[in-house]
């Protein structure tokens, strides 16, 4: 790379990141603003396992390097709960598309995080957004509400769709109707794909809020059918975000969304090193919390108890 | 670390790779999930990768140590050029652990090019993972 990517260092930062505790984030993190507006395009890739995600990236990655952009790629594969690690192998699958020095991908434990991130997600985009790239992307493990996590934590989210995945209903279910600027059914090749696009495309028509409407792509890997549509379409939700002032609209729920995360995370790492052997301690917080929650409800749905010269009755 | 239940390489990156021609991964697998059972992150390359392929995956993940599976019986070669493309990167202080069908005439030769251990399909897998975290000095 010609303006000098540290691999070396970024590898071994981004490992300390990865384990850092909330007190080592905060101190990491030091006195700067909580909120900066961020250099660079944030993207966000969420689908099912095994819809195709590792793939679909190697390939978007060969069509977006190939333009000279440098890209940074975060990607999540689950952590095992039963031992604490973990196997990362979709890095396999992206290199086998996109082995080039421009790109740089770095493999995550899902960790604590429940929404298909990892724990310290905004620390690692951060340290990746020191660097010259030009993109920054975030693949999600894919389960549960991933596509819920992601959406607060990037500029464009892709989510990927199966075909024959079911009606559109498991996708309202799912939510992912709500969240994505870009839409992919992958395996273009096999029945039902079209159908799905179309039905998908036939919702989105009617629910999509807003003044950006999620196109519906239909790609190919293997093939490298749709990979180019599906560039465009990022460009052109790119453009969309840069004309509609969509980054600054975007960029307080990223700063809450990190909020939340490390106050549920201390709140976690309190209760895990509360007491080794537990029981007492943790039936002690327990109480704790039950009484002032008892104590701050039967104040709100009775407030003269708490203060007798308050006059406002509830409404 | 005073918590008994923490794996024993908890918080360890350790990538398993597959340099040079040999097409058989199931040994490198079983490592990967033993290792990962054992608390480590393992990042796994695929089959057929050339040193500096895993040199550089090897620095861009930040990892701990490198795990060499080799069958195809170049593993000399293959550890000497994997050690050369890791000090070329600067990242030399990374442990390089070999195993596979190594002759044991061959040890001393990989011991020499600086493997930190060298595993056969004789040892069994509590060895080896008790062996990985003794040399990443991890608490056990």
Redesign the interface.
């Known amino acids: 790379m010609t303006d000098a990517l540290d691999?070396?260092g970024?590898?071994?930062?981004?490992?300390a990141a990865t384990?850092a505790s909330v007190a080592e984030v905060l101190e990491a993190r030091g006195s700067g603003p909580l909120h900066r507006p961020h250099r660079g395009h944030r993207l966000g890739i969420t689908g099912p396992p095994g819809v195709g995600k590792s793939t679909l990236i190697g390939a978007l990655a060969n069509e977006r390097l190939a333009d000279g952009r440098r890209i940074g790629i975060v990607a999540v594969d689950p952590t095992?709960p039963?031992?604490?690690?973990?196997?990362?192998?979709d890095?396999?699958r992206i290199?086998?598309a996109a082995?080039h020095e421009r790109l740089?991908?770095?493999?995550?434990?899902s960790r604590l995080a429940g929404d298909g991130l990892t724990d310290n997600l905004p620390d690692l985009v951060a340290a990746l957004e020191r660097e010259p790239f030009d993109e920054i992307w975030v693949e999600t493990v894919g389960v549960g509400q991933a596509a819920y996590g992601v959406r607060r934590c990037v500029d464009t989210l892709i989510v990927l769709v199966q075909p024959g995945s079911g009606d559109t209903v498991q996708a309202m279910k799912a939510g992912i109707l709500e969240v994505g600027d870009v839409y992919v059914v992958t395996r273009a090749d096999r029945p039902g794909a079209e159908q799905t696009a179309a039905e998908l495309d036939a919702t989105l028509a009617l629910t999509a809020t807003g003044d950006w409407r999620p196109p519906v792509l239909l790609t190919a890997a293997p093939t490298g059918a749709g990979i180019a549509e599906l560039s465009t379409a990022i460009e052109a939700h790119r453009h969309h975000l840069d004309e509609s002032g969509g980054i600054e609209r975007l960029g307080p729920d990223q700063a809450r969304y990190d909020v939340e995360r490390l106050l549920q995370r201390r709140v976690r790492e309190l209760i895990a090193h509360s007491d080794?052997t537990g029981v007492q301690t943790l039936d002690s917080m327990y109480r704790g919390v039950v009484e002032r929650l008892s104590a701050e409800l039967s104040a709100t749905q009775n407030p003269t108890n708490q203060n007798p010269d308050d006059k406002e009755s509830p409404s | 670390m005073s918590d008994t239940n923490t794996p024993v390489l908890a918080r360890k990156r350790i990538l398993v790779a597959k340099p040079g021609l040999d097409g058989h991964d199931v040994g490198a697998k079983v490592i990967a999930l033993a290792l990962r059972d054992a608390g480590a992150d393992v990042i796994y390359t695929g089959l057929r990768r050339s040193p500096d392929y895993i040199a550089r995956v090897a620095v861009d993940e930040g990892v701990d140590a490198v795990g060499l599976s080799i069958l195809s019986g170049s593993h000399v070669q293959l550890v000497a050029d994997t050690r050369e493309a890791l000090a070329a990167a600067g990242a030399g202080d990374i442990v390089v652990f070999v195993g596979g069908t190594i002759p044991a005439e061959d040890h001393p030769a990989l011991t020499e090019l600086g493997a930190a251990a060298i595993f056969t399909s004789e040892d069994p897998l509590d060895d080896v993972v008790a062996r990985v975290a003794a040399e990443l000095g991890a608490d056990s």
Do not use: Q
Not at chain 1, 10 to 15: E, F, K, P
Not at chain 1, 82 to 89: C, D, E, Y
């Open positions: 691999r070396h970024l590898g071994r930062r981004l490992s384990d095992s039963r031992s604490g690690g973990s196997i990362l192998g890095r396999i290199d086998a082995d740089y991908v770095r493999s995550v434990p080794p």
